[in-house]
């Protein structure tokens, strides 16, 4: 059974960088076909797509944000990682991974 596990930051300061890490253990990230995906929801808000990595390495991110999404991985580590630059109070979210399945997500609140 995949499972998928966030990790990072629950707390990051105005104009930093936000980073996060999903752990994913049962599959490996590099099988063929999988993609491996940031997902947050703001508060009151529905949820929004910010970028995809593939088993291949291929890199997709969502144009619609207002500070683009980094998306890298680790496949020694069998881990893939999101950072958001110069995050303001709007990027306040639950941050989800998903690909087979979805991490339970954690909270980041952007605050001074």
């Known amino acids: 059974q995949v499972q998928l596990q966030e990790s990072g930051p629950g707390l990051v300061k105005p104009s930093q960088t936000l980073s996060l890490t999903c752990t994913v253990s049962g599959g490996s990230i590099t099988t063929s076909g999988y993609y491996w995906s940031w997902i947050r929801q703001s508060p009151g808000k529905g949820l929004e797509w910010m970028g995809s990595?593939?088993?291949?390495?291929?890199?997709y991110s969502n144009p619609s944000l207002k500070s683009p999404a980094s998306i890298s991985r680790d496949t020694s580590k069998n881990q893939f990682s999101l950072q958001l630059s110069s995050v303001t109070p709007e990027d306040t979210a639950v941050y989800y991974c998903?690909?087979?399945?979805w991490g339970q997500g954690t909270q980041v609140t952007v605050s001074s």
């Open positions: 998903a690909g087979v399945a």
């Open positions: 990595i593939g088993y291949d390495g291929s890199i």
